[in-house]
């Protein structure tokens, strides 16, 4: 099954362009750039907050949504992980939806929670890949990513669908609520429908990864620095090469360095920054340059103005396609998945089933 791939993990990234692809599909009307969610019996519009749960991946999912949910949608955004969520007593007022993203739909901690805010009067949305999971059955709007069945341990097709299913959930309640006009929208659905072809761009790039994945091997401490809506990004980074590597490594929100990790860095730590060329761009590369300062051994991914400007002096660079800041987190998704993936195969780990991990993690 997994043809001409060495890994299902492997097979699993290079089939996201196809995957996203079909997952906005479902969300996104071609036609006329709309946004198109399933029918559903409740009025989004009148939603006070938006409560986001989940673990691991989905979480990361979860977080970059928090930004859409804010800009697009100008409501409130609780996030937690399950585990914490539920042994809180967090405060769910009425008009709350409940939002929960998972690969399985069968992650006990993310299901109890679920069923917590369902006994608490929440209206209860789910981001789901498998249609017959227990969260499906119990979603009152249920969002399937359509990322097909996922076996490596490691998650990587479901997370970028299910940040294709969230812009398209943060876009349909900007329109609902009056924020997003006709032109916004199409706007916003125009540049979701870039993402299959930037991340097949994203992928081109594979043999330059498997190239510098030597560099890294070595570490014992590896970080990711990455801003705004792209930090989420940076701590899943950190988690896929902790994973399948085990290598020790941190996901930092770029600006927070200096208010302690920078303090780890030497010539011995590579820092994997996170930069596309936009709005942030700036803020992060001074934080890059703090880190360089202090000997660090700095990866720079981001596009090919980005790397013009501060490219120079780094150990790596890493290119992207020019992408519009909407999209980034899901096109930047693809380095670090194969950056994690190029580091274990070096290591001779075993990618797909990496020790200690169960793909669902059906105990408390
Ligand atoms: O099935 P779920 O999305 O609910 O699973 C959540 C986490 O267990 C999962 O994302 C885990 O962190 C992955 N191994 C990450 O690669």
Redesign the pocket.
């Known amino acids: 099954e997994k043809g001409n791939y060495r890994h299902f993990m492997q097979k699993e990234i290079f089939e996201q362009p196809t995957v996203v692809a079909q997952t906005l599909g479902s969300y996104l009307r071609q036609a006329d750039n709309s946004v198109a969610l399933p029918q559903f019996d409740f009025d989004i519009s009148t939603i006070r907050r938006v409560t986001i749960v ?6 990361y999912a979860g977080l970059v949504a928090k930004y859409w949910f804010e800009q697009f949608a100008r409501v409130p955004v609780d996030i937690d992980v399950a585990s914490e969520f539920r042994y809180r007593e967090p405060v769910l007022e009425d008009g709350g939806l409940a939002l929960f ?7 006990a901690d ?1 299901l109890a929670a679920l069923r917590h805010c369902k006994e608490a009067g929440q209206t209860i949305a789910v981001v789901v ?1 498998v249609p017959t999971s227990s969260m499906a059955r119990e979603a009152d709007l249920l969002l399937p990513t359509h990322a097909g069945p996922e076996i490596g ?4 097709k ?2 970028t669908c299910q940040l294709a299913v969230l812009a398209a959930l943060a876009a349909h309640m900007a329109v609902k609520k009056g924020l997003m006009n006709r032109e916004e929208e199409s706007e916003v659905v125009a540049h979701l429908l870039e993402a299959p072809a930037s991340l097949n761009a994203a992928l081109d790039h594979d043999e330059d990864i498997a190239a510098m994945a030597h560099l890294i091997a070595p570490a014992r401490d590896v970080l990711y620095l990455g801003r705004g809506p792209d930090y989420p990004l940076a701590l899943e980074g950190a ?2 090469l902790k ?1 399948i590597s085990y290598i020790h490594a941190e996901g930092y929100a770029a600006g927070e360095m200096k208010h302690g990790p920078i303090a780890l860095i030497d010539d011995q730590v590579p820092v994997v920054v996170l930069a596309p060329s936009g709005p942030l761009f700036e803020k992060t590369v001074s934080n890059m340059e703090e880190v360089r300062a202090r000997g660090g051994q700095v990866v720079l991914i981001s596009d090919a103005e980005g790397l013009a400007e501060a490219g120079e002096g780094c150990i790596a660079t890493i290119e992207m396609p020019k992408v519009h800041p909407l999209i980034a987190p899901l096109v930047y998704a693809i380095p670090v998945q194969l950056l994690a993936y190029h580091v274990a195969c070096v290591k001779g780990t075993d990618v797909d089933q990496p020790r200690n ?1 169960a ?3 059906t105990v408390e």
């Open positions: 989940a673990c691991g991946t989905s979480y993203i998972s690969q399985s739909g069968e992650t993310t890949n341990v490691a998650s990587t479901a997370f988690l896929k994973e991990l793909k669902s993690v």
